[in-house]
């Protein structure tokens, strides 16, 4: 059971905005930095955001992140068929000395 | 280019052991800590055990302690896990990610593709 909470799914249609949250603690999220990463189906995941609210290079100005005390969120604009996906948030633990994700999030462009 | 590739991933039986190994490539390894996460059929991903660059900071899911071993050979450019004892839940693709420079892990920028473990009789 992770202990960074996400909801299950988001949806909307092409050219909208879509945001995910979060949701966990001080001992991660609140004092910690976090990161996004994006998955298709059976490949890899991809660093979509790090240290809250930076894109590697590459990721599109689309896709931006903020986090606020206990909780972060993950904003995608202009949504894209491509975007359909799953994304998972992460961090460190300070009291578990562990890397924790959340639950995932599956993005449906309708 | 970075590239990290897994390997060592197959089929084994329940009380079994595997070694997986993650070869890497266009960047400086032994200044980056790195990373395993394994994700279940149709489940989120879950971290495995991160080492850091001079091995100085190993951390281990706690419900993986005893069973599985990180280690890497900065000689070689490569990362390990040896697992022990596996069970069916332990049934995943596991993938060995790059972290940053920092001895915790906060991010994980590149990935490897994966190599699929099944424990099954």
């Known amino acids: 059971q992770s202990v960074l909470t996400q909801p299950p799914s988001v949806s909307a249609a092409p050219g909208q905005k879509v945001t995910i949250s979060c949701s966990g603690s001080?001992?991660?999220?609140?004092?910690?930095?976090v990161s996004w990463y994006q998955q298709f189906p059976g490949t890899a995941p991809k660093l979509l955001i790090y240290?809250?609210?930076k894109r590697p290079s590459g990721i599109p100005d689309r896709f931006s992140g903020s986090k606020s005390g206990t909780s972060a969120t993950l904003g995608i604009t202009g949504l894209q068929t491509g975007d359909e996906a799953d994304y998972y948030c992460?961090?460190?633990?300070?009291?578990?000395?562990?890397?924790?994700f959340g639950t995932g999030t599956e993005v449906t462009v309708l | 280019e970075v590239q990290l590739v897994e390997s060592g991933g197959g089929l084994v039986k329940p009380g079994g052991s595997l070694r997986l190994s993650c070869a890497a490539s266009?960047?400086?390894?032994?200044?980056?800590?790195l990373i395993w996460v394994r994700q279940a059929p149709g489940k989120g991903l879950e971290w495995v055990s991160s080492?850091?660059?001079?091995?100085?900071?190993?951390y281990y899911a706690e419900s993986l302690k005893g069973r599985f071993t990180v280690s890497r050979d900065n000689a070689k450019n490569s990362l390990y896990l040896q697992m022990n004892s596996l069970r069916a839940e332990d049934t995943a693709v596991y993938y060995c990610a790059r972290g940053s420079l920092r001895t915790i892990p906060e991010y994980f920028d590149f990935w490897g593709q994966g190599t699929l473990v099944t424990v099954s009789p």
């Open positions: 080492i850091s660059g001079s091995t100085n900071y190993i």
């Open positions: 240290d809250n609210n």
């Open positions: 001080n001992s991660n999220i609140g004092n910690n930095y």
């Open positions: 266009g960047f400086t390894f032994s200044s980056y800590t």
């Open positions: 992460g961090t460190w633990d300070t009291n578990l000395s562990a890397y924790v």
